[in-house]
């Protein structure tokens, strides 16, 4: 069965300041990453996504996540923070096994600091 | 660009109500998927449907059932509404039954239950 944890559900940093947001993932198989985000009053849209191509995955905005098999992570990052970046971060793991299905973690709330 | 359509913003029902929660996407997806999000916990998938009249269990299904009359509307139903589950309530769609694909969401209705 796959599973999702996403260390600390509050982030905050200064405008300009490194964003790093924790994701750790449990799946049997090799899995599909996901990381989605989620601005005040709307649905999710997707940041980026592994699906086995390279290990690192650049996304929109600037963000970027590294799959790291050994440590069975998927972290999210951006070198320098934006007002604009606030908001609630999902990470979320799909397999072949479940279709499609995604299992999404618990969430991250990134608050930006000017 | 991929539309999602939920109904309603806001629903504010009665314990006991019938509740239905509509949802409609415009791309001719095949997979439709509803989930409810509540602060701390994430996103939970209640039910999912791959094609018309089909549909499938989610994670969460007690107090829910689902209807896939025509491809693209997906609608969800409170058989008799109770005050746990006031929540937010998200649609999704993607496409086909890749294992990698990515979900357009809606942007969700807040039900309370009074």
């Known amino acids: 069965a796959q599973s999702v944890t996403q260390l600390g559900s509050h982030v905050s940093v200064s405008e300009g300041a490194l964003v790093l947001l924790r994701c750790n993932y449990s799946s049997s198989v090799p899995p599909y990453l996901f990381w989605y985000v989620q601005y005040p009053n709307q649905g999710l849209q997707l940041l980026l996504k592994?699906?086995?191509?390279?290990?690192l995955v650049k996304g929109i905005n600037g963000f970027e996540a590294e799959f790291k098999k050994s440590e069975t992570s998927f972290h999210l990052t951006k070198p320098s923070a934006h007002m604009s970046d606030a908001a609630e971060y999902f990470c979320a793991v799909s397999e072949s096994s479940t279709l499609g299905r995604l299992y999404f973690g618990r969430g991250t709330q990134l608050t930006v600091w000017p | 660009d991929v539309k999602v359509t939920q109904s309603s913003r806001y629903l504010v029902k009665r314990t006991g109500e019938k509740v239905f929660l509509e949802c409609v996407q415009d791309?001719?997806?095949?997979?439709m998927f509803w989930y409810r999000q509540d602060p701390g916990l994430g996103l939970r998938l209640i039910y999912f449907s791959y094609d018309v009249k089909m549909k499938e269990k989610g994670d969460i299904p007690e107090g829910y059932s689902v209807s896939r009359e025509k491809k693209e509307r997906f609608s969800l139903i409170l058989e008799s509404a109770s005050t746990n589950q006031t929540s937010m309530y998200l649609c999704?769609?993607?496409?086909?039954?890749?294992?990698?694909?990515?979900?357009?969401f809606g942007s969700g209705t807040q039900l309370s239950v009074l």
């Open positions: 791309m001719d997806h095949e997979n």
């Open positions: 592994y699906t086995s191509a390279a290990t």
């Open positions: 999704a769609s993607s496409l086909g039954q890749a294992f990698n694909e990515k979900l357009f």
